[in-house]
Nanobody, 124 residues
Framework: QVQVVESGGGLVQPGGSLRLSCVASGFTLDDYAIRWFRQAPGKEREGVSCISRSDRSGNYEDSVKGRFTISRDNAKNTMYLQMNSLAPEDTAVYYC?????????????????WGQGTQVTVSS
């Protein structure tokens, strides 16, 4: 049975840090491209960061470059998003996702497996 369980969200003050985790079961995460999305109220879901199957380095949306780091631990079948220097505009529900497709897959509909979402709120 496939499951993707997210954790790590919460309330943090501006400038603070959080680390999001997604533990996958029922499939091997290393065989998939992984992406973190976020969705703020009233806005479309947007990609934040990804590791593709062809390029194992992390790619980042401009607004999070230098602040967020995507990674995965294959031994734990887990992916992470380390978020530093958080700002109020980072407030959103964050989702992890995985796809078996190659290339820079950006559209959410291409992702087969999803976490349940975790709320990140940045506020003083």
């Amino acid at each position: 049975q496939v499951q993707v369980v997210e954790s790590g969200g919460g309330l943090v003050q501006p400038g603070g840090s959080l680390r999001l985790s997604c533990v996958a079961s029922g499939f091997t995460l290393d065989d998939y491209a992984i992406r973190w999305f976020r969705q703020a109220p009233g806005k479309e879901r947007e990609g934040v960061s990804c590791i593709s199957r062809s390029d194992r380095s992390g790619n980042y949306e401009d607004s999070v470059k230098g602040r967020f780091t995507i990674s995965r631990d294959n031994a734990k079948n887990t992916m992470y998003l380390q978020m530093n220097s958080l700002a109020p505009e980072d407030t959103a529900v964050y989702y992890c996702a995985a796809t078996a497709l190659y290339g820079p897959v950006q559209r959410p509909t291409a992702y087969k497996y999803w976490g349940q979402g975790t709320q990140v709120t940045v506020s003083s």
